[in-house]
């Protein structure tokens, strides 16, 4: 346990004197009974990632009491979240919405606004409501985790079905599909794959959207749109509503699958790679996710901490990376490659060979066989997300530190060998300069790349902290200058992240306020997500 000494018990939130706070607490105590409000006075426990902690970030990378709740909410129906946001309103409480709070690298269950009350939707609405073993859909709560969805179609005996998870398991369904998240089977857009969602809005009204407007429908899982506006997108990264339930398209199992790894020499070869990666994932010959990954990465995941390999100080030596991947099964490089190939044999073993053919034109491409690796190496973790179902291993590399924490700069590009060789080249500049370290993860989801660079530190330094902070600013900011943004961002970067995308004299930011007064005129909702502040707070020193 690490256990954090608090200095005031608790944060309120700003603009509401203490009596009255409490004496909305009780208020609400009365309504959802005592058992399901809690104020936030005990220590703060960082937990981990199975037990993550539902009043601040656990991977905090400011210090002390930035970012804590003065209370948590545990709501056990819809007719409860309507309550909690009427309430809010009465008293104008911040408040901020989580699903399982396992956001880490972004924030955490961290609310952004100090002292707003955490809505923690997955500890009671966690039911699997829905899974149509014909549609292949299912319809879940925001308390159902990968995990939780695995094993049921499991219990259910539907062998036919498969579920897609992310890098790890443990996270909400509807929380990482209303962040954008990604998995690795052709599945893995998870908020392409979604279809249907129960919203409550800041001001307590329900909607469902799609077909679920319809009474008596057996169509929301099945066709997204309904008729009219499609207004889904406005409750992914934002502050406009609360998403009660949310539906998918669950993928047929396709009747066998094959991974495979191939590793690639030199830093150049990036830019040949992803040249050859484009045209074969747009045309799906590439069927998941790429995921070029850097070697670094690989000592990491190994679960050993740094100072087994390196016990000096600034950026991890190269030599030393080689050194440990020379007798390693992988060899010496610098790219690795890990996809998977879905159907058949005789389906497969076509894309395999166009795989092999095309990517053995980078000159000193190795293709690593299964075969020769042990069941505990990463690559059959990898293997594992990559058929749908959920895992842990991803977690090892969080232990290159005592305390290890991460955040990330996630920048999109086309899946251009240019593009990516830009970046890379910007955030090793910045990698090198800095002195911390940083596993890198290229993307590619169909047509774009996502950068995933991981910035890793001791959660307990403090120096290392504010860098791990700084650098994320530095390359926000020259990122934007060479036109590309991020995808997602740590809350802390929302504000920095949404000023990039000024086009036009900030003509979306103003058109994302506009609906924000409108749809929560009280200004309560997650105050400053995604970079959106109400009227309430504009212009008065919350924006970072
Ligand atoms: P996970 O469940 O994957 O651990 P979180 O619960 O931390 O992720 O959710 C990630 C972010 O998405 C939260 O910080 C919150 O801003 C937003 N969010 C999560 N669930 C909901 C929801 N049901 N309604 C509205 N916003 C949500």
Known sequence: KRLRPRQCLPVIPQGIERSRFFFAIDELSNQLGNENVEVNDKPLDDGWYMEPPNTHDGMAITDG????????????????????????????????????GRNFGYGGAAPRVRGAVVIDLGKRMNKILD????????????????????????????????????????????????????????????????????????????????????????????????????IDGIFSQSNYGIVTKMGFGLMPNPGGHESFLYTFEKEEDLEQLVEIVRPLRISM?????????????????SGKPRSEFYEGEGAFPREKMNQYLKDHPYGACTWLYFGTCYGPKETRQL??????????????A?????????????????????????????????????????????????????????????????WI?????????????????????ECVYDRDDPKQRSKALEVMRF??????????????????????????????????????????DCLDPNGILAPGRSGIWPARYRGRGWEL
């Open 433 to 453: 300069a800095s002195g911390l370290d940083f596993f890198l993860d290229f993307v590619v989801g169909l047509r774009e790349l996502h950068l995933i660079v």
């Open 131 to 230: 899974i149509n073993p014909d549609d292949s859909t299912c319809l879940v709560e925001p308390g159902v985790s990968y995990y939780a969805l695995y094993e049921e179609v499991q219990r259910r005996g539907y062998k036919h079905l498969w579920i897609d998870v992310p890098d790890l398991g443990g996270g909400s369904v509807l929380g990482n599909a209303l962040d954008h998240g990604v998995g690795y089977t052709p599945y893995g857009d998870h908020w392409a794959m979604h279809s249907g969602l129960e919203v409550v809005t800041p001001t307590g009204e329900v909607v469902r959207t799609g077909m679920g407007a319809l009474p008596g429908n057996n169509t929301w899982q099945v066709f997204p749109y309904g008729f009219g506006p499609f």
């Open 65 to 100: 009491e930035d970012l804590v709740a003065s209370a948590v909410v545990y709501p056990g129906c819809t007719d409860d979240v309507q309550k909690i946001v009427h309430w809010a309103n009465k008293y104008l409480i911040p408040l901020h919405p989580i699903s399982m």
């Open 366 to 430: 190795r293709r690593i066989d299964p075969e020769v690796l042990p069941p505990s190496d990463y690559f059959w973790s990898r293997d594992k997300i990559a058929s749908g179902e959920p895992d842990l291993e991803e977690l090892a590399w969080v232990n290159w530190w005592p305390n290890g924490g991460h955040v990330a700069f996630s920048p999109v590009a086309p899946t251009r060998g240019a593009d990516a060789l830009r970046l890379w080249q910007m955030a090793k500049k910045h």
């Open 475 to 516: 390359l926000i900011d020259e990122a934007a200058e060479k036109g590309y943004g991020e995808y997602r961002t740590h809350l802390l970067l929302s504000d920095q992240v949404a000023g990039t995308y000024s086009w036009n004299d900030n003509a979306l930011m103003k058109f994302n306020e506009k609906l924000k």
């Open 285 to 301: 010959i590439l069927e998941n996710a790429a995921n070029i990954r850097h070697a670094l990465q690989v000592l990491a995941l």
């Open 351 to 364: 894309k395999l060979d166009i795989i092999h053919r095309e990517f053995m034109k980078v000159p000193g």
